[in-house]
């Protein structure tokens, strides 16, 4: 049982470069989230989706895209990274089942812009 | 807007102490609150929510509509107990947003 999985662990990237960070998920949940974590900051919402091909934006999504083609996967796209842009990503899946929701997290993305 | 709020970057103990970590929030509806528990090379992961009124590992939350504050409680700290802890609120009615506090690093010194 794989849960949520990101792909990758671990990357460098040059300013300006782009890439595309891959969460996927196995437990059909509805509810996908993108968050960054930075020291003293907690956890940041990115964007997050609410279900396939929608999306919406959270507290920090300049210099951010995602997409939600399909149910168990939800991508986060960075055009032209920057530095501060450096950080630990992490997804997250939720579903809602009737009472509450718990969400899921992946193992974190380390991203470090130079 | 949605917002929580985690006044304790930084929270020290010793073994068998009792602890507590604040939570406040801001929400004009309904929130779902919870804890959530990151211990060290470690997932986040779900320690309690407010709807189950439950107790784990010796935790627990209530929800002070009032007050609008989520605290977490144990009368007893362990020292396996040392870990980040955040604060969570889901807004309801259809939004799903999910938002988090700062996080509190909690040590329980032997």
């Known amino acids: 049982n794989a849960g949520v999985t990101q792909t990758p662990k671990f990357r460098v990237l040059k300013t300006g470069q782009s890439m595309t960070l891959l969460c996927a998920q196995d437990?059909?949940?509805?509810?996908m989230y993108w968050y960054r974590q930075d020291p003293g900051m907690g956890l940041r919402l990115i964007h997050y989706?609410?279900?396939?091909?929608?999306?919406a934006k959270g507290e920090v999504p300049d210099g951010y895209n995602v997409s939600r083609l399909k149910k168990q996967n939800f991508l986060l796209g960075l055009e032209s990274a920057a530095p501060s842009q450096t950080s630990v990503y992490f997804c997250?899946?939720?579903?809602?089942?009737?009472?509450?929701?718990?969400?899921?997290f992946g193992q974190g993305t380390r991203l470090t812009v130079v | 807007a949605q917002r929580v709020t985690q006044p304790e970057k930084l929270l020290s103990v010793f073994k068998g102490a009792p602890v507590e970590l604040k939570c406040n929030y801001s929400?004009?509806?309904?929130?779902?609150l919870f804890w959530y528990v990151q211990y060290s090379r470690q997932r986040l992961q779900l320690l309690l929510r407010?709807?189950s009124r439950e107790s784990i590992k010796g935790f627990t939350a209530d929800l002070n509509k009032g007050e609008t504050s989520f605290h977490l409680k144990k009368p007893f700290a362990q020292e396996e107990d040392s870990a980040m802890y955040y604060c969570?609120?889901?807004?309801?009615?259809?939004?799903?947003?999910?938002?988090f506090g700062k996080g509190t690093k909690l040590t329980v010194n032997p």
């Open positions: 997250a899946s939720s579903t809602h089942n009737g009472l509450s929701t718990e969400a899921f």
């Open positions: 407010h709807i």
């Open positions: 989706s609410v279900g396939e091909g929608t999306t």
């Open positions: 929400y004009s509806g309904s929130p779902e």
């Open positions: 437990m059909n949940h509805e509810y």
């Open positions: 969570a609120l889901r807004a309801g009615g259809g939004s799903e947003k999910l938002v």
